[in-house]
């Protein structure tokens, strides 16, 4: 199994600064039957299931703000919030879905300063 | 746009099965992909398995291989996820979501599992 780990576990971060949550993949996680990165996020707030934010390691979901972006490849990965704001306190998570199972991290938790 | 809806919480005794159900709605026309993840209390999410769409090929993690059975009814707009043999720490909320990525996600169901 792919293992997916997520550094830091949580963080604090002040309104309007810049937040920056990393995910590494013990191998790469290339697709090549669309030659990309198999690489999502998610944001999880209490009492909610997972809302996908980024797939394809850097492709925004329609609807999500532009403050959120993705990047990476092989088997390092980023999700970088550019201006925090108080609705985006919640626990991110990193997936990866290239090879069965398709493996999550243990997810970070962003707090406001 | 997809909604997914899924059956109400269950409660079972240890070594019973519970089989959870994740309806479509929507833009049921369009076939996708339907995985199912569960959550247990404090724990990270937790991929479980999948259909794929067309050809409705499932995939299970080998971690519940022998005791999870994924099923569709295309007619039904309906999806249903079976784990046997429960256990106490099978104690979850269990979500399916749907999309090669989770695109769109049930509301999750709270199966206890408790003598």
């Known amino acids: 199994d792919i293992v997916m780990t997520q550094s830091p576990d949580s963080l604090a971060v002040s309104l309007g600064e810049r937040a920056t949550i990393n995910c590494k993949s013990s191998q790469s996680v290339f697709y090549s039957a669309y030659n990309k990165y198999s690489l999502a996020w998610y944001q999880q707030k209490p009492g909610h299931p997972p809302k996908l934010l980024i797939y394809w390691a850097s492709t925004r979901e329609s609807g999500v703000p532009d403050r959120f972006s993705g990047s990476g490849s092989e088997t390092d990965f980023t999700l970088t919030i550019s201006s925090l704001q108080a609705e985006d306190v919640a626990v991110y998570y990193c997936?990866?879905?290239?090879?069965?199972?398709?493996?999550f991290g243990q997810g970070t938790r962003l707090e406001i300063k | 746009q997809v909604q997914l809806v899924q059956s109400g919480a269950e409660v079972k005794k240890p070594g019973a099965s519970v089989k959870v159900s994740c309806k479509a709605s929507g833009n049921t026309f369009i076939s996708f992909a339907l995985h199912w993840v569960r959550q247990a209390p404090g724990q990270r999410l937790e991929w479980m398995g999948w259909?794929?769409?067309?050809?409705?090929?499932?995939k299970y993690s080998q971690k519940f291989q022998g005791r999870v059975t994924i099923t569709r009814d295309t007619s039904a707009s309906t999806t249903y996820m079976e784990l046997s043999s429960l256990r106490y720490e099978d104690t979850a909320l269990y979500y399916c979501?749907?999309?090669?990525?989770?695109?769109?996600w049930g509301q999750g169901t709270l199966v206890t599992v408790s003598s």
């Open positions: 259909i794929t769409a067309g050809n409705n090929h499932t």
């Open positions: 997936q990866q879905y290239s090879n069965t199972p398709f493996t």
């Open positions: 979501a749907g999309g090669l990525a989770g695109h769109f």
